[in-house]
Antibody, heavy 119, light 111 residues
C-alpha cells in the first residue's frame, strides 16, 4: 500500500523560509521511473505544480518560483523535503505531496497540509 | 491564470453524460499525450482518474473516458452518479523546462 504524508509548520511569517517534509511508504525513490514532488492549492483556487525530484536525483521546478524552491530526497528515510524561501501571504495554500509510481502522472497523493503565511 | 483552460462549471442529471474540455497550446496538450485528469471532492486530495489521455488507473470506473484533438483534451463521464459531483482538473506535461501545467478546474454538479 502506497501512502504519502506531508508535515511542517502550519504558520510562517512573511519573508521566512518554509520547510515541508513528505514521508512516504510502499515504494522506493531508487526505482527507475519513480518521482515525488509538490503541488499546492490556494484556498478556493486551482492546483499548481511546484517541484519534482526523480529517482536519478534529477530535479524540476516551476519556472516562476524556481529561485525560491529547493527539493531534496533522503532515500534511506523515504522522505522528500521542499524548501521555499521568502514566503509571502500569497503562498498560503494547501501543499500536497504526490508521487509518480505506476503511471506517467501523479498517481498517489498525500492528504494535504495547510500552510498559512501571516505576521 | 492557469495554463490550461477549462469551463468553470458543468452540470448534468443522473444517468446523463457530460464532457469537460481542457484547452492548452502546442507546447503542452498538443505536444504530448501526457494529459491526466483529477477528481477532487471538497476538503480532499485530488484523485487520478485518467492519464496518458485515455488510460484509467485500477479502480476507476469505465464511465470515465478521455480523448484529445489538437490542443484540446476532453474528459467524458457517462452514466452520471451523485458521487461524481466534484471538481475536475486537467493536467498536461509541458516539456522538460515547464514540466507540468494544470487547468483552472471545473465544478461538476449532478442535478
Amino acid at each position: 500500500q502506497i501512502t504519502l504524508k506531508e508535515s511542517g509548520p502550519t504558520l510562517v511569517k512573511p519573508t521566512q523560509t518554509l520547510t515541508l517534509t513528505c514521508t512516504f511508504s510502499g515504494f522506493s525513490l531508487t526505482t527507475s521511473g519513480v518521482s515525488v514532488g509538490w503541488i499546492r492549492q490556494p484556498p478556493g483556487k486551482a492546483l499548481e505544480w511546484l517541484a519534482f525530484i526523480y529517482w536519478d536525483d534529477d530535479k524540476r521546478y516551476i519556472p516562476s518560483l524556481k529561485r525560491r524552491l529547493t527539493i531534496t530526497k533522503d532515500t534511506s528515510k523515504n522522505l522528500v523535503v521542499l524548501t521555499m524561501t521568502n514566503m509571502d501571504p500569497v503562498d498560503s495554500a494547501t501543499y500536497y505531496c504526490a508521487s509518480i509510481v505506476g503511471a506517467t502522472s501523479f498517481d498517489y497523493w498525500g492528504p494535504g497540509f495547510l500552510v498559512t503565511v501571516s505576521s | 491564470q492557469s495554463a490550461l483552460t477549462q469551463p468553470r462549471s458543468v452540470s448534468g442529471s443522473p444517468g446523463q453524460s457530460v464532457t469537460i474540455s481542457c484547452t492548452g497550446t502546442s507546447s503542452n496538450v498538443g505536444a504530448y499525450n501526457y494529459v491526466s485528469w483529477y477528481q477532487q471532492h471538497p476538503g480532499k486530495a485530488p484523485k487520478l482518474m485518467l492519464y496518458d489521455v485515455t488510460k484509467r488507473p485500477s479502480g476507476v470506473p469505465d464511465r470515465f473516458s478521455g480523448s484529445k484533438s489538437g490542443n484540446t483534451a476532453s474528459l467524458t463521464i457517462s452514466g452520471l452518479q451523485a458521487e461524481d459531483e466534484a471538481d475536475y482538473y486537467c493536467c498536461s506535461y509541458a516539456g522538460s523546462y515547464t514540466s507540468w501545467v494544470f487547468g483552472g478546474g471545473t465544478k461538476l454538479t449532478v442535478l
